[in-house]
């Protein structure tokens, strides 16, 4: 039972180009959302994150657009460089506040490469 | 860095056999989390422990077991090892302030790859 669904599963993007990874999930209970870059031999990281009380989040180069209705979130990664080349998974959970954090359910992951 | 160790690395083993992972969780963090990352199945949530006791399980088989130590740090045991356990292992660690209404951030350590021959 996939409950994150994440596209496209391999992203190549020239440098300087806006990346795009897509999300959609099916649990309308879950109210955080982050997203995991992970490099080779690494666990993942997090690198952005958004509550879904907001349609757009914004931290440097990386944006994520929110859209509850459709049950869908993107990542935006402008100015791509090639140290940006990672997987990168979307995640969802939710808080329970007496029983603290839930689980992270993850998308499949994007191989993103950017190159010269 | 962050701030998670995981022991081994690295392990290789035949099928059958029983192995030990270790994770110590950053200072000050309560919460143990378990993934599993495979080709087929991506991250995969196995069990999470806090301050002690089990809190949550997954799609954790039967031949899996945890459990989370006084000092905080935490064992995931994998026995009667099959061909399809080898993956990368990750614990990942939170502060987990249970009534806060915040969610806390999961750090994430380097992983044990298994491979099973």
């Known amino acids: 039972q996939q409950q994150v669904k994440q596209s496209p599963q391999s992203l190549i993007v020239q440098k300087g180009g806006i990346s795009i990874i897509n999300c959609a999930y099916e649990?309308?209970?879950?109210?955080?959302f982050p997203w995991y870059q992970q490099f080779p031999g690494k666990g993942p990281a997090l690198l952005i994150a958004?509550?879904?009380?907001?349609s757009e989040k914004k931290e440097g180069r990386f944006t994520i657009s929110f859209n509850k209705s459709a049950k869908q979130f993107s990542l935006h990664i402008m100015d791509s460089q090639p140290g940006d080349s990672a997987t990168y998974f979307c995640a969802a959970t939710l808080f329970i506040s007496n029983f603290g954090n839930e689980k992270l359910t993850f998308g499949t992951g994007t191989r993103l490469t950017i190159i010269p | 860095d962050s701030g998670v160790t995981q022991t081994p690395k690295h392990l290789i083993t035949a099928t059958g056999q029983r192995v030990t992972l270790r994770c110590s969780p950053r200072?000050?963090?309560?919460?143990v989390y378990w993934y599993q990352q495979s080709l087929d199945q991506g991250l995969q949530f196995l069990i999470h422990y806090y301050n002690g006791e089990e809190r949550a399980k997954g799609n954790i088989l039967e031949r899996f077991s945890a459990q989370q130590f006084p000092d905080l740090h935490s064992e995931l045991n994998l026995s009667s090892l099959e061909l399809g356990d080898s993956a990368l292992y990750f614990c990942?660690?939170?502060?987990?302030?249970?009534?806060?209404?915040?969610?806390?951030?999961?750090?994430f350590g380097p992983g044990t790859r298994l491979t099973v021959l």
């Open positions: 958004i509550r879904p009380d907001v």
């Open positions: 200072s000050g963090d309560l919460s």
């Open positions: 649990n309308t209970a879950f109210d955080y």
């Open positions: 990942a660690s939170s502060v987990d302030t249970v009534g806060a209404g915040l969610y806390n951030e999961q750090f």
